[in-house]
């Protein structure tokens, strides 16, 4: 049977009264209608075969469809669905295409501005690709373009890097010395991946205290005193460099530059050093007399040894000789005596008529 215009108006062939039961009608399941002759609905029943109305059913009665008995997991829906459907995609393909059209476009343009990427002056730049790992080879200077969200860029900063730091380090007597040093740090360019590998961007941070763990290993060579005097720090330097320039090769960083900036320790050492320095100083002053008064002496010797040569040679000389130089000396003495006079003269003079100016200023 089929049913048709259920509770929708009222019908002209056939009257039924009741009351429809608490069962509702499943458009997927349900396939009947339970009614109760409480109230009236009206219906208009018709045989599906014969095209006839049925006899009168009684007070409670099902209503079967063939089409849903047939079919009980096809959905009924009134005759104007299809036209609803279609009026509801076309609305919807108005409204979603623009929505469409606007998230296409912004995804393009991100992956657009994530494909691309710059280094700048002075860095280099490693890439990491999610499939296969850190690249090999590092990327220079420019701008540049990858697959986004796949390979990531990470940038170095290649160029020479201060720091400074203080370490507190045993000399060899024992004595506890606080060192100050300034150190400039730079990756090695050749291995750039291995060492974003092993320590990452901040390859310096994370270096340093290695690298400066080798000037206690220095310092435990030298005396305090060593270590206190600047004309000792060249050596000392000396021996520093070599050995960080040694130990950051392990980790694939050059040290370029390395300077002492202040060596410190107790003040009773400090007393101490500065005592052994004055006692240095005093014991070498005094060597250096000895030598000059040695020295003096033998200077001595010799001219007492040449006079009494000079002396031998005059006496072996003839009378008329000795008279010749003897008026050769006085002549010489004579000399010296009137430069000596004349100069007095001079200065007499000169005074004189300075004296004489300033009493006759009007002159």
């Given amino acids: 049977m089929g049913l048709t215009n259920l509770m929708g108006h009222k019908p002209s062939s056939s009257k039924l009264t ?36 049925p006899p009168s059913p009684p007070s409670s009665f099902h209503c079967h469809r063939r089409e849903i008995s047939q079919n009980p997991r096809k959905p009924v829906f009134p005759m104007h669905t299809g036209t609803s459907l279609s009026r509801l995609t076309s609305s919807a393909r108005k409204f979603l295409l623009p929505l469409v059209a606007v998230g296409t476009a912004t995804t393009a343009a991100a992956a657009f501005h994530s494909s691309r990427f710059t280094v700048p002056p002075g860095h280099r730049a490693v890439i990491l690709d999610r499939l296969h790992g850190v690249s090999g080879t590092s990327i220079g200077e420019g701008t540049h373009y990858t697959v986004p969200w796949i ?10 890097k201060p720091h ?27 291995k750039l991946p291995e060492t974003f590998n092993h320590l990452g961007l901040d390859y310096d941070e ?28 060249s050596g000392v330097l000396d021996d520093i460099h070599g050995s960080l320039v040694e130990r950051a ?11 002492i900036l202040d060596v410190s320790c107790g003040e009773q050492v400090a007393q101490a050093v500065e005592q052994k320095q004055v006692a240095r100083v005093e014991a070498e ?35 008329d000789v000795h008279e010749q130089l003897l008026a050769q000396s006085r002549a010489e003495a004579q000399r010296e005596v009137d430069k000596v006079l004349a100069m007095f003269e001079d200065a007499a003079n000169s005074s004189r008529s300075s004296v004489v100016d300033a009493s006759n200023p009007s002159s």
């Fill in 18 to 53: 009741g009351t429809i039961s608490p069962t509702k009608l499943d458009p997927w399941i349900g396939n009947s209608i339970s009614i109760e002759p409480t109230q009236s609905v009206y219906a208009t029943v018709t045989d599906t075969q014969t095209g006839q109305p």
């Fill in 151 to 160: 390979r990531k860029p990470y940038i170095f900063d290649i160029r020479d």
């Fill in 164 to 190: 400074t730091f203080s370490c507190l380090a045993h000399t060899k007597d024992l004595q506890p010395v606080n060192l100050s040093l300034a150190i400039s740090l730079r990756p090695e360019l050749s």
């Fill in 206 to 233: 994370k270096s340093l205290p290695a690298i400066c763990s080798e000037v206690q290993t220095i310092v435990a060579n030298y005396d305090v005193d060593q270590l206190l005097l600047k004309e000792n720090n």
């Fill in 249 to 259: 090769k392990r980790f694939n960083v050059l040290v370029v530059d390395v300077s």
């Fill in 285 to 319: 002053t005094s060597k250096n007399l000895v030598v000059k008064a040695e020295h003096d002496k033998e200077a001595a010797v010799r001219r007492a040894e040449e006079e009494l040569e000079a002396a031998k040679q005059f006496a072996e000389l003839p009378e």
